[in-house]
């Protein structure tokens, strides 16, 4: 019994903690849902507007921070004042500062309405321009700025403070071509070539207030960023001993540095061939578009400006794809060892030496020099290249042929069948009429051939040009229509000759019309103005013979009114071009602005050897109205540069309305001279022009190229 009651004892006790257990666990519950029923949480809104201060126009960017709640979307609303605020909660000031220019913004949450806030801000005027002012990246204040290059302007307040602004930049001419540009944040980009007039306006006008603006004037001109690239160029003219003298090749240009390549052919018995010769270089670029360049060649130095070099030139940019270019002596010398001039062109983009495709199709050349024996000689001709190293057409067509004049002896030859090859350096070599010539590529429609034989040979150099038809040996007399200018220069019985005039071609049955010719021949001008008559023919593969008065012509067609021409007049060796002219009238207007030229002939009556060369660029403000700008001269080794042209005047032929007679005051030393010159408009941009001075003044011709 006293087990029994043992056991019975010890279960009562467990009986007792097991309803302790579940009497305080449901205590800790009550208590817990208590506490619960006592916590709240209570949403909030709060609004920032940045700037809280705007001026009229300006805005003010507000943001809502909503807290314990599902959504953070709220409505936006100017409560108080004046202005407007998108759905984004972009507020945007009124144009006029109101009376109370304290507005109140509220922002109300969209799923809970009482949810609100609000955010004043203040409208003020808006703060006054003071200053403009460009600096160059020197971070020097500048008021021009050269080709290509940078101005960086910034808008100030009376203390310095900076004005948000809203930039752009105009011509002070009016227009919006070649003025460059400026970004959003005030650097301004100037053109390679100058706009009209040079000068441009840079203007800043507040964010604030359209009405609050400020502007600056900038002069734009030339500098060394106007050429940039791989170019084609060639010289000839004489040396000292009165032999001939020719160059060409190629180079690439930028930044102040030049590197090329090049061949040279000097006259003398023998001749002095040079064949691809390397050469470092430098150039240099006025803000006139004048400049100067030199080779150093042989030579793997550097060759900076200023350096000891081996070649000097003078040089004016036309645009930036072209320039004209004179022998010249080297910096602060007043001999050159060569008078000559030609053109530098830019070289478009080419694949050299793979499957020689830069020289394909057929092609009209025009070239000039010397004959073996020393005398003047002009060759034109055609031949057809076929784009991988054969010149040819096939059997059935003859790959070309070409028409000499050498001192007066004319010939007329076929090309046979040969070979041309390109390498990667952008040099050619081809053979022609058994002549051996080096080529550069200009581009696929051109390139500057130069012959490269020696002891004794001929010395040539000239281009070649691609005809420009769908079809081989598919040209017409329509080839020739409308408006014609043309000009040649060579030899007439020992001195210089050139000439200059236009023509109407019928384009139907060769008839010529209303042509002038005007001439210097050694000193002795004359001008037939409007009233000779002539005729034309041609054959399908666009060789043809021209009339004109008594001058008679050979020409290869190159595109519509566009030929090489070799003149076959008794007596004359001449050589030259012919290019429609479909502007019309000449008018005031049209000579205009800013011009490049360059004359090369002779500086007095003698012998044709006694060779000038000249270039330089002049301002026309139209007739009446005077012509100026400045020249670089070498007259046979001696040279002149920064010569200045004095008050010229120009003024439009009645009869002839592509005519145009111009006087050219030069202020040589040691006494000024007058080029007095006829000009024959090609277009707006170019004309031709000739030396109309009597013996002993000699003779030049050249052209006039619009810069801007």
């Keep these: 019994m006293l087990e029994l009651n043992s056991y019975l004892g010890r279960d009562k006790v467990r009986w007792n903690r097991l309803l302790f257990f579940f009497g305080l666990t449901a205590a800790l519950a009550v208590l817990s849902s208590c506490g619960a029923s006592n916590t709240t949480v209570t949403p909030t809104m709060t609004i920032s507007c940045i700037p809280s201060d705007v001026t009229i126009l300006g805005t003010s960017q507000c943001t809502a921070t909503v807290v314990n709640l599902s959504s953070n979307l709220v409505n936006w609303a100017v409560t108080t004042g004046t202005g407007s605020i998108n759905s984004g909660g972009l507020y945007t000031a009124p144009a006029s500062v109101p009376t109370n220019n304290v507005i109140t913004i509220t922002a109300t949450s969209q799923v809970q309405s009482t949810l609100t806030a609000t955010q004043n801000l203040t409208i003020q005027q808006p703060t006054a321009i003071s200053a403009v002012t460009c600096v160059n990246s020197n971070s020097v204040s500048a008021s021009v700025v050269s080709s290509g290059n940078k101005l960086s302007c910034t808008a100030t307040t009376s203390t310095g403070a900076t004005v948000p602004v809203y930039w752009s930049v105009s011509s002070t001419l009016g227009g919006s071509i070649g003025i460059g540009s400026i970004s959003a944040q005030g650097n301004y980009s100037a053109p390679l070539v100058p706009p009209p007039g040079q000068m441009v306006t840079i203007t800043a006008t507040s964010q604030a207030l359209a009405t609050e603006t400020m502007s600056v004037t900038v002069q734009v001109v030339f500098g060394n960023n106007v050429l940039s690239g791989p170019f084609a160029f060639s010289t000839s003219g004489r040396l000292p001993t009165n032999v001939f003298w020719a160059r060409a090749g190629s180079f690439t240009v930028g930044g102040g540095a030049v590197t090329g390549i090049e061949d040279t052919n000097q006259g003398g018995a023998p001749n002095t061939v040079h064949t691809q010769i390397s050469f470092t270089g430098s150039y240099s670029i006025g803000p006139d578009g004048r400049g100067v360049m030199q080779f150093c060649e042989d030579s793997s130095s550097d060759c900076p400006q ?403």
């Excluded at 000689?377 to 784009?387: I, L, N």
């Excluded at 220069?489 to 005007?518: L, P, Q, Y």
């Excluded at 479909?582 to 500086?603: E, H, I, M």
Aim: hydrophobic share 40%.
């Design 306 to 708: 200023g350096s000891p070099a081996t070649a000097y030139f003078s040089i004016v940019v036309i645009s930036p794809s072209q320039a004209q270019i004179v022998e010249f002596s080297a910096p602060s010398l007043t001999a050159a060892t060569i008078t000559a001039g030609g053109e530098m062109v830019s070289q478009s983009s080419l694949n050299f030496g793979a499957g020689d495709g830069n020289l394909s199709g057929t092609y009209s050349f025009d070239f000039s020099g010397v004959s073996s024996s020393a005398a003047e000689e002009s060759a034109a001709g055609e031949f057809a290249a076929d784009g991988f190293g054969t010149i040819s057409l096939g059997s059935s067509v003859a790959p070309g042929e070409m028409d000499i004049n050498a001192g007066g002896t004319l010939s007329n030859v076929s090309l046979p069948a040969s070979t041309y090859s390109i390498n990667a350096n952008g040099r050619g070599t081809v053979t022609l009429n058994g002549l051996q010539f080096s080529f550069y590529p200009v581009s696929s429609n051109r390139a500057k051939f130069i012959e490269i034989d020696t002891a004794p040979a001929s010395i040539l150099l000239g281009d070649a040009y691609k005809q420009q038809t769908s079809a081989t040996c598919g040209w017409g007399l329509n080839a020739l229509s409308g408006s014609i200018v043309f000009d040649t220069s060579g030899a007439n019985a020992g001195v210089a000759i050139a000439d200059v005039g236009s023509f109407t071609a019928d384009g139907t049955t060769g008839a010529v019309s209303a042509a002038s010719v005007d001439q210097n021949s050694g000193g002795t001008v004359s001008s037939a103005v409007g009233t000779l008559t002539g005729s034309y023919a041609m054959d399908a593969c666009g060789r043809g013979t021209l009339t004109v008065g008594t001058h008679s012509y050979i020409f290869y067609i190159i595109s519509s009114s566009n030929a090489v021409l070799l003149e076959k007049t008794s007596g004359v060796v001449a050589h030259g071009v012919l290019v429609p002219s479909p502007s019309g009238s000449f008018v005031d207007k049209t000579l205009t602005g800013s011009y490049a030229f360059r004359f090369a002939g002779t500086d007095k009556a003698g012998t044709a050897g006694n060779r000038e060369d000249f270039l330089g660029q002049m301002t026309s403000a139209g007739s009446g109205k005077g012509v100026s700008g400045t020249a670089d001269i070498n007259d046979f080794g001696a040279t002149q540069s920064g010569v200045a042209i004095a008050t010229g005047m120009y003024s439009a032929d009645l009869v002839n309305k592509l005519r145009v007679t111009m006087s050219l005051p030069l202020n040589t030393k040691p006494a000024a001279t007058t080029r007095n010159l006829v000009l024959y408009m090609v277009s707006p941009t170019q004309f031709f022009a000739l030396d109309t001075d009597a013996s002993p003044a000699g003779t030049a011709l050249g052209t006039i190229d619009n810069q801007f």
